[in-house]
């Protein structure tokens, strides 16, 4: 045994912080890290947030939890608030991604059974993507490392290469259901769609009466310098999951569907126990409250741009460490020609956190509230982890 009395399903870094301050996490030694992993893209607002601060001790002096047997005013109010600022009328809440993704599946599944097509449940799914690590979502998002000893895999999940329409007009069958796309692939490394592909992919459903399910449990909510990942295009999904960033850290998450898509999920046939409770609901509506002021997302659009500049820099001067940067907003990745693993190690080194990602990609995920000069921060300490690995990779030669 290792000592440890918890599984060992991550292999965590031998680092634990005390607390936050913004886009800054603190040992218990007082050793300050620049957080460019914001949590995995959940501390959209950072660390210790006043306006967060506020909202989650106030309601937890009013009241925790009621069951969704009961009204939840703020619950009515975040529903109503991001179906006013998105594409969707119906909101169902959840405490995690893989959740709202499973209310995504079962949404679409249902819509075509009562409109008198049981036989529509299969979903089409992209190579690369990630959705999740519940049973149907590991089945969804397809890759063989997270399927690997679960037992058979969930039915009803056909997948096609990444940006391929030709594979994906081909998988439609009388039995398909929905697309789910991530508008950007996090996990898989930072990888946006062209515009013009998700809108071909709408023409599709449209064309075959199937159902468009977006992923933007990490690309939504300001994450991309829009408020979700779909908007640089022209399209309107039928169905999305958002999760991470709307709960600023505290777990939160929601699926979120027009009025005739979410037409199968009536009373009874879904629910949750603590989804939507008011704890999450109060932080949720404070996310959105910075996050809907005027030129938040602007901003974020500008400190991302000022990112990527720096990062391109990076890749020109050290070609042996980097390959290319990609992304938009303060949702980066750094294709490494390293392993990336060593390359987030190095910036660790260094005190600044990122998250390596799919494709051999370091992610960089600061908290939306970043400023410019800990971007130029950032960009320092990743010259100084570069110039390190540089020298190493010379001295073993
Ligand atoms: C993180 C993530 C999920 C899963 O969210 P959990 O909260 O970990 O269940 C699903 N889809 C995408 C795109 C994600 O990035």
Same mark, same amino acid.
């Given at each position: 045994m290792s000592g440890s009395a918890l599984f060992e399903t991550f292999a965590r870094a031998p680092l634990a912080f005390e607390r936050g301050e913004g886009s800054w996490l603190i040992t218990e030694a007082g050793e300050r890290y620049l957080d460019f992993a914001g949590g995995i893209a959940v501390n959209s607002l950072g660390h210790s947030h006043p306006h967060l601060v506020a909202a989650l001790t106030?309601?937890? &002096?009013?009241?925790?939890?009621?069951?969704?047997?009961?009204?939840?005013?703020?619950?009515?109010?975040?529903?109503?608030?991001? /179906?006013?600022?998105?594409? +969707?009328?119906?909101?169902?809440?959840?405490?995690? *991604? +893989?959740?709202?993704?499973?209310? /995504?599946? #079962?949404?679409?599944?249902?819509?075509?059974?009562?409109?008198?097509?049981?036989?529509?449940?299969?979903?089409?799914?992209?190579?690369?993507?990630?959705?999740?690590?519940?049973?149907?979502?590991?089945? /969804?998002?397809?890759?063989? #490392?997270?399927? !690997? *000893?679960?037992?058979?895999?969930?039915?009803?999940?056909?997948?096609?290469p990444f940006g391929d329409l030709d594979a994906a007009e081909k998988a439609i069958t009388s039995e398909t259901a929905a697309f789910l796309i991530e508008p950007v692939q996090g996990e898989g490394g930072i990888r946006p769609?062209?515009? #013009?592909?998700? !809108?071909?992919?709408? +023409?599709?459903?449209?064309?075959?009466?199937?159902?468009?399910?977006?992923?933007?449990?990490?690309?939504?909510?300001?994450?991309?310098?829009?408020?979700?990942?779909? !908007?640089?295009?022209?399209? &309107?999904?039928?169905?999305? /999951?958002?999760? #991470?960033?709307?709960?600023?850290?505290?777990?939160l998450g929601a699926c979120l569907a027009t009025e005739r898509a979410s037409m199968g999920m009536t009373a009874g046939v879904h629910g949750t126990t603590f989804g939507g409770n008011p704890l999450a609901m109060a932080v949720g509506n404070a996310v959105l409250d910075v996050i809907l002021e005027d030129g938040f997302l602007e901003g974020i659009q500008q400190k991302g741009n000022l990112a990527k500049q720096g990062l391109a820099s990076l890749v020109d001067e050290f070609p042996s460490v980097f390959e290319d940067v990609r992304g938009s907003g303060l949702m980066l990745g750094l294709k490494c020609k390293m392993p990336n693993g060593a390359v987030a190690g190095a910036m660790r080194e260094e005190r600044l956190l990122a998250v390596p990602a799919g494709d051999n990609v370091v992610r960089l995920l600061p908290p939306l509230t970043v400023t410019e000069d800990e971007i130029r921060q950032a960009i320092a300490n990743i010259r100084s982890a570069a110039t390190k690995l540089v020298a190493e990779g010379e001295a073993a030669q």
């Open positions: 106030e309601q937890a &002096q009013k009241l925790w939890h009621v069951s969704n047997l009961y009204e939840i005013p703020g619950q009515s109010r975040l529903g109503e608030r991001l /179906a006013a600022s998105s594409f +969707a009328d119906r909101a169902f809440f959840t405490n995690s *991604g +893989a959740e709202a993704l499973e209310c /995504a599946i #079962k949404t679409a599944r249902r819509y075509h059974y009562v409109n008198g097509a049981p036989e529509r449940f299969r979903i089409v799914t992209f190579e690369g993507a990630f959705h999740g690590r519940t049973l149907a979502t590991i089945a /969804a998002g397809g890759q063989p #490392k997270y399927l !690997e *000893g679960f037992g058979p895999k969930v039915e009803g999940f056909d997948q096609v769609l062209p515009p #013009k592909f998700l !809108e071909n992919l709408r +023409a599709l459903c449209d064309k075959h009466g199937l159902l468009l399910i977006v992923d933007e449990v990490q690309s939504g909510v300001g994450r991309t310098g829009k408020l979700y990942g779909y !908007e640089w295009s022209s399209i &309107q999904p039928d169905i999305m /999951a958002i999760a #991470k960033g709307i709960g600023g850290g505290f777990p």
